[in-house]
C-alpha cells in the first residue's frame, strides 16, 4: 500500500502521514511510558536528592556528580551518569531545573521540587510519595482492570489478599508513612471548644490544630482500637478506640480527613448519620476531602483528582470514590445535614462544611 494511503475508521477518513495523527501515536509513546516519571520521582526521594539540592537553605545549581557526593559515602560506588539520566527527566516535568552551562548540565530546585524539601514544620510531600509507591500498593496496580470485571474486591484485596486497611494496621512502616503523607491541614476552628478526630490515626493532624488554636480547650482522637493502642501521649488530646459505624464521640466540632472518599455512598451516609447524632444544634462537620470537578479536561488540577479516584479505587475501595461538591451535599441532605458549604483550601482539598440545625427552630 502506498505511504499515502488513507485509512478509513468510522466513517472518518484518516491521512496516515498527516501531523495529527503523528502526535497522536507520539501522545500514545509517552502514555505507555509514563511510569518512568513517577518512578524516577520515587527515587529521588529515597535518594534525598530535593534535600541535596537545597542543602543549607539555599538553592543551588549542582551537577549530578555534586548531588552524589552529597547523599552518598564517597566509596559507595554511586552512578552519577545513571541520577542524571533521571534528572533529566523530572526536568522535563519541572520538578527540577535543568542549566547547560560548559557541556555540563547542573540542576536547581523549582516548586514542585521544593515540595520535596522537609519544611520549617517537618513536612513535605515525599511521604505522600513514598506512600503511593510502597511495594504492596504497587503490585495492585496490573490489576485494575479487575475493578471493572469484579467489583466485589478490590486489585489491592487481590494483589495482597487482604484489605489495605488492615495491612497497614499490621505493619507499622506503612501506617507511619501513610500517617506522615495525610498529616497538616490548615483550617479554621474558630468559637469550637471541643473537637473530634475521627480517623484520627495516631493524633498528629489533631496535634497541629490544637496547637494553632488554642481556643479549642480538648481534643478526642476517635479510631480503631489497635490503632489508638499505639498512639502517644499529646496533651490536651484523649485518644478513644471504636467504630465510626456505631458511633461517634460527642463534640462542639467533628473533624475527619480523607475519610468518606473511601467509603461507598451508603456507607458515608451511615458515617453523617452518627456524626449527626454526635452533635449538638449548631454543631458542625467539617471533612476536608478531594472533590471531582463536574467536567473532565487536561487541567493539572482535573488530573491529580482523577488520577487519586482511581487509587482509591485500586486500593481501598471499588465503589469507594472521590465525589463533586453536589454529590458531598447530597450526601449530607441524605444525612439530616440540610445545608452545607464547602470551601477550596488548596487545588486538591476542599473543606466540607455541614452544620446541624437546631430542630427547634425548624417548628
Known amino acids: 500500500m502506498s505511504p499515502l494511503a488513507a485509512a478509513v475508521t468510522d466513517d472518518v477518513i484518516i491521512d496516515e502521514t498527516s501531523e495529527i495523527r503523528n502526535r497522536a501515536r507520539l501522545q500514545i509513546l509517552e502514555l ?213 459505624f456505631k458511633s461517634i464521640p460527642s463534640g462542639d466540632a467533628i473533624f475527619m480527613k480523607w475519610i468518606l472518599t473511601t467509603w461507598t455512598d451508603d456507607e458515608c451516609i451511615e458515617i453523617l448519620k452518627n456524626c449527626h447524632k454526635a452533635l449538638p444544634a449548631g454543631g458542625k462537620l467539617i471533612a476536608c476531602e478531594p472533590a471531582l470537578p463536574e467536567h473532565s479536561d487536561d487541567s493539572h488540577t482535573t488530573r491529580a483528582l482523577l488520577s487519586g479516584d482511581i487509587f482509591i479505587m485500586t486500593i481501598y475501595r471499588t465503589k469507594g470514590k472521590h465525589c463533586t461538591k453536589e454529590e458531598y451535599r447530597q450526601l449530607g441532605v441524605s444525612a439530616s445535614f440540610p445545608h452545607s458549604r464547602s470551601v477550596h483550601i488548596d487545588y486538591f482539598y476542599t473543606i466540607l462544611e455541614f452544620t446541624k440545625m437546631n430542630t427547634a427552630l425548624l417548628l
Open 32 to 244: 505507555a511510558n509514563m511510569i518512568s516519571v513517577p518512578m524516577c520521582l520515587n527515587a529521588v526521594v529515597r535518594l534525598n536528592v530535593a534535600e541535596a539540592v537545597w542543602s543549607g537553605e539555599a538553592n543551588s545549581k549542582v551537577s549530578a556528580a555534586e548531588i552524589v557526593e552529597r547523599i552518598v559515602a564517597r566509596d559507595g560506588g554511586a552512578d552519577a551518569g545513571n541520577l542524571e539520566r533521571i534528572l533529566r527527566i523530572l526536568a522535563a516535568y519541572n520538578v527540577f531545573q535543568e542549566h547547560l552551562e560548559s557541556s555540563e548540565r547542573r540542576y536547581s530546585l523549582i516548586e514542585i521540587g521544593r515540595a520535596l524539601v522537609t519544611d520549617s514544620e517537618g513536612l513535605s510531600y515525599g511521604a505522600y510519595v513514598l506512600q503511593h509507591y510502597q511495594d504492596e500498593l504497587m503490585k495492585a496496580w496490573p490489576l485494575v482492570h479487575t475493578a471493572v470485571l469484579d467489583p466485589e474486591t478490590e486489585p489491592f484485596v487481590k494483589a495482597n489478599c487482604e484489605p489495605a486497611y488492615c495491612y497497614y494496621g499490621k505493619d507499622e512502616a506503612m501506617n507511619e508513612l501513610m500517617q506522615k503523607a495525610m498529616a497538616g491541614v490548615h483550617e479554621s476552628f474558630a468559637g469550637e471548644r471541643r473537637l473530634v478526630d475521627v480517623g484520627g490515626s495516631a493524633g498528629d493532624c489533631l496535634k497541629m490544630i490544637l496547637q494553632k488554636y488554642p481556643n479549642i480547650k480538648g481534643g478526642i482522637n476517635f479510631d480503631l482500637p489497635e490503632v489508638v493502642a499505639k498512639a502517644p501521649t499529646i496533651p490536651d488530646v484523649t485518644h478513644v478506640g471504636g467504630d465510626i
